[in-house]
């Protein structure tokens, strides 16, 4: 299972690139992206999901459908974004469901995935509670069910630790190993307690084809 990045260029002029003829085949298990803010990491994510589109070169995704199509964003990647992306009146439980009816997933598969996710995150006594009522910890983690509740073959997340203490950050990790490490999973992180899960880095910091 592969995502190819072909000669990928991206910009808000063709003077002004921020990602500029990356070339990168992403597999299976966890691919970290470091460096300082500004650097295109947080795009390249974007680019994957397809929330933005490449002035040039080509994405391939392991379905082989394109990253701008419905089907792609519903089912085949899920992405974790930097601020807190829970519906704040529903609860934990009830976001989950959410996820799992936007990725048309049947009940016999989702309800046991949420049960597995609540329990791995520690989240079984606040699976009621309201999204706005979670402290940062416990909203970082329900944000996370939520991202991987699709069991998509792509699992993107944008810098998933911010701001959160070790035991936090140590749950967080233990879920990525068990669950998204099986897939195609990239993390965009400042965090350096996050590197020691990579398979491959990738240094934004120093040039390497973008």
């Avoid at 936090?168 to 897939?183: E, G, H, S, W, Y």
Wanted: glycine content about 6%; proline content about 3%; charged content about 30%.
């Amino acid at each position: 299972m592969e995502l190819i990045c072909e000669n990928i260029s991206y910009g808000y002029t063709r003077k002004d690139l921020v990602i500029k003829d990356f070339s990168y085949t992403f597999k299976t298990g966890v691919t970290v992206l470091k460096g300082y803010s500004g650097s295109g990491k947080t795009t390249l994510l974007k680019l994957l999901a397809g929330y933005l589109k490449v002035n040039s070169g080509q994405i391939i995704t392991p379905t082989g459908r394109k990253v701008t199509s419905r089907r792609y964003h519903r089912q085949d990647v899920a992405y974790m974004f930097q601020g807190i992306n829970l519906l704040p009146l529903m609860s934990v439980e009830r976001n989950l469901r959410l996820a799992a009816e936007m990725a048309v997933l049947p009940g016999k598969q989702w309800k046991p995935r949420a049960e597995e996710l609540i329990r791995d995150l520690g989240l079984t006594e606040l699976r009621k509670r309201r999204a706005d009522k979670l402290s940062g910890g416990q909203a970082q983690r329900a944000a996370l069910a939520r991202t991987l509740m699709k069991d998509a073959p792509t699992v993107l997340l944008d810098e998933p630790t911010s701001g959160l203490d070790d035991n936090n950050t140590d749950i967080i990790k233990k879920l990525v190993l068990k669950d998204a490490a099986k897939r195609i999973c990239i993390i965009s992180t400042h965090d350096s307690r996050l590197l020691e899960l990579a398979d491959e880095i990738i240094d934004f910091d120093t040039p390497v084809s973008c």
